[in-house]
T-cell receptor
Framework: QKEVEQDPGPLSVPEGAIVSLNCTYS??????FMWYRQYSRKGPELLMY????GNKEDGRFTAQVDKSSKYISLFIRDSQPSDSATYLC???????????FGKGTLLTVNP | SQTIHQWPATLVQPVGSPLSLECTVE??????LYWYRQAAGRGLQLLFY??????ISSEVPQNLSASRPQDRQFILSSKKLLLSDSGFYLC?????????????FGQGTRLTVV
């Protein structure tokens, strides 16, 4: 079993839709969680960082963490064409300095 | 504020040639520094990380090496490139005071070995 599993998509939605992106993980040592957005041929950009179970909201984005189920989600409300990108989940924890990434989900929001 | 610079943005090199990619961070001291490679459909692969000057940890044995000659400078090198070294290389940094911290990425270098 891979440490982090992410639905690969691709995912195509109409403008204004609610988007749900998900990752599951197997390593109980993971204690903090991130979502990155990566546009084509660019470096990943940090969207959300969260340390605890529950929801964290930032504008149209909500990150959800369920440590008991080892499951994290990113919700995008009122999706826009500019949200079209690859979304990567990442997580870390313990005494090392490394993050473990999902393989990314390619999202296309159609106008 | 902190910024990370990575160059060049694109590079085409012949097989057997040397490689040097440079990354610098501004606005913070003693950052943790990382080199990743990203291949289509394979996600981000951690190649090297460094928690201080001269301290390099290698994650994947391969044709590449890394050095950290200054606190905020991280260099990825190869003496002889292989076709399989083609890919998108990303430098990143994180806060050096804690392990539980997010990473911030540069804009990447797209390397094509021909």
């Amino acid at each position: 079993q891979k440490e982090v599993e992410q639905d690969p998509g691709p995912l195509s939605v109409p403008e204004g839709a609610i988007v749900s992106l998900n990752c599951t993980y197997s390593n109980s040592a993971f204690q903090y969680f991130m979502w990155y957005r990566q546009y084509s041929r660019k470096g990943p950009e940090l969207l959300m960082y969260t340390y605890s179970s529950g929801n964290k909201e930032d504008g149209r984005f909500t990150a959800q963490v369920d440590k008991s189920s080892k499951y994290i989600s990113l919700f995008i409300r009122d999706s826009q064409p500019s949200d079209s990108a690859t979304y990567l989940c990442a997580m870390g924890g313990g005494s090392n300095y490394k993050l473990t990434f999902g393989k990314g989900t390619l999202l296309t929001v159609n106008p | 504020s902190q910024t990370i610079h990575q160059w060049p943005a694109t590079l085409v090199q012949p097989v057997g040639s040397p490689l040097s990619l440079e990354c610098t961070v501004e606005g913070t001291s003693n950052p943790n520094l990382y080199w990743y490679r990203q291949a289509a459909g394979r996600g981000l692969q951690l190649l090297f990380y460094s928690v201080g000057i001269g301290q390099i940890s290698s994650e994947v044995p391969q044709n590449l090496s890394a050095s950290r000659p200054q606190d905020r400078q991280f260099i990825l090198s190869s003496k002889k490139l292989l076709l399989s070294d083609s890919g998108f290389y990303l430098c990143a940094w994180s806060w050096g005071t804690t392990t539980n911290t997010e990473a911030f990425f540069g804009q990447g270098t797209r390397l094509t070995v021909v």
